[in-house]
C-alpha cells in the first residue's frame, strides 16, 4: 500500500521558518516528480512547489518564490522561511507519476499525503 506522510508543521510567528518532510512508504518514487499543495480553509488547494525527480528542475508559486525551498534525498523537504500569515494552511505533499500539461495542476498527481498544519500567526 502506497503511503506519503508529512510532518513537520506547526504553529510560528511571522518571520519564522519550517521545515516539511514527505516521507514515502510502499514504494519508491524515486523517477517520480513530486511536489507541495496546499489548502487553507475556504480555498481551494493550491500549488506551491514542486521538483523533478532527478531534483534538477524546480517549480514554484509566485507567493513562495524566494522564501520556500524544495528539495528531495530519502523524502522530500519544504524549507518555508519568512513565513506569513497568508501561509497558513494544510500542505500536502504529492507524486505524479507522469505530467501530462501543466506541473501545477494537481490532476497531474496520483498520490497524497494527509496532510500538515502550518499556521503563522501575525
Known amino acids: 500500500q502506497v503511503q506519503l506522510v508529512e510532518s513537520g508543521g506547526g504553529l510560528v510567528q511571522a518571520g519564522d521558518s519550517l521545515r516539511l518532510s514527505c516521507a514515502a512508504s510502499?514504494?519508491?518514487?524515486?523517477?517520480?516528480?513530486m511536489g507541495w499543495f496546499r489548502q487553507a480553509p475556504g480555498k481551494e488547494r493550491e500549488f506551491v512547489a514542486a521538483?523533478?525527480?532527478?531534483?534538477g528542475s524546480t517549480y514554484y508559486a509566485d507567493s513562495v518564490k524566494g522564501r520556500f525551498t524544495i528539495s528531495r534525498g530519502n523524502a522530500m523537504y519544504l524549507q518555508m522561511n519568512s513565513l506569513k500569515p497568508e501561509d497558513t494552511a494544510v500542505y500536502y505533499c504529492?507524486?505524479?507519476?507522469?505530467?501530462?500539461?501543466?506541473?501545477?495542476?494537481?490532476?497531474?498527481?496520483?498520490?497524497w499525503g494527509q496532510g500538515t498544519q502550518v499556521t503563522v500567526s501575525s
Open positions: 504529492a507524486v505524479a507519476r507522469r505530467i501530462s500539461g501543466s506541473i501545477y495542476a494537481d490532476g497531474n498527481y496520483d498520490y
Open positions: 521538483i523533478s525527480w532527478s531534483g
Open positions: 510502499g514504494r519508491t518514487f524515486s523517477s517520480y516528480t
